[in-house]
């Protein structure tokens, strides 16, 4: 599937402008990294490497045919002297999005998926994730909105959604958005310390749901500048 990409701009200061883009092969590492410090917490090395590893290899199988998004800093930076100054960047990846559609969720690659997940026929928010030293800056709020115009760009009317109600900070972020509880699960259950030695515990999952209005998503989507870009 071959998605129009979209390039967000958004000056955080002049020398370190957040840029939104589709996730590139080159990006695939990192964000398995941030996905492993975000939800695995601390763990051993080797439970590190495996859940890396596992996380890596599901973004790969994904990006195709779902809506996976990369918040990056770019960082300026000027070396040499006099007149042979040189400027170069780097990006500093900070942020990530996945939305699944609902013609992947429909398909057999998505067996292993919750049926309430794959019966909502709508497109879902697999995961959201923020490096530690960015947060609280703009770039949740940033990433969320600009997954909901590309679903919005694809015809859906609504998108979904589940957190856990002890994560109260999502929450907040989630209800500043507009989304809404549609659904619990009290007997969902994540796995506590050690990917070999941790533990299974119970948790309460919430479903949320937001309803995407067309037109204030257009009139959002026209604030920003769109630059094509590649997966490669």
């Known amino acids: 599937m071959n998605w129009a990409s979209h390039v967000l701009l958004l000056a955080l200061t002049p020398q370190q402008p957040l840029r939104i883009r589709d996730l590139a092969r080159h990006d695939i590492l990192p964000v398995a990294k941030l996905l492993q410090s975000s939800f695995a917490g601390k763990t051993n090395p080797l439970s590190a490497a495996l859940i890396i590893a596992e996380n890596a290899l599901g973004l790969t199988e994904r990006m195709s045919d779902n809506v996976l998004l990369v918040a990056v800093r770019t960082i300026y930076d000027e070396r040499g002297a006099g007149g042979n100054q040189t400027q170069i960047y780097n990006e500093q990846l900070v942020g990530f999005v996945e939305l699944l559609t609902p013609e992947w969720l429909a398909s057999d690659?998505?067996?292993?998926?919750?049926?309430?997940?794959?019966d909502l026929k709508q497109p879902f928010i697999f995961s959201l994730a923020i490096d530690v030293d960015a947060r609280k800056t703009g770039i949740g709020s940033a990433l969320m909105r600009a997954v909901e115009r590309?679903?919005?760009?694809?015809?859906?009317?609504?998108?979904?959604?589940?957190?856990?109600?002890?994560?109260?900070?999502?929450?907040?972020?989630?209800?500043?958005l507009g989304y809404k509880e549609v659904g619990r699960d009290e007997k969902g259950?994540?796995?506590?310390?050690?990917?070999?030695?941790?533990?299974?515990?119970?948790?309460?999952?919430?479903?949320?749901?937001?309803?995407?209005d067309q037109d204030s998503v257009a009139e959002e989507e026209g604030q920003f500048s769109d630059?094509?870009?590649?997966?490669?």
Do not use: H, M, Q
């Open 189 to 212: 259950r994540k796995l506590v310390g050690d990917i070999l030695f941790g533990r299974s515990e119970r948790v309460t999952k919430l479903s949320l749901e937001k309803r995407l």
């Open 227 to 232: 630059v094509s870009s590649r997966r490669d």
């Open 150 to 176: 590309r679903a919005a760009t694809l015809g859906s009317t609504c998108v979904n959604l589940e957190v856990e109600e002890a994560n109260k900070p999502a929450l907040d972020l989630y209800s500043k």
């Open 109 to 118: 690659e998505a067996l292993g998926y919750p049926d309430r997940v794959r």
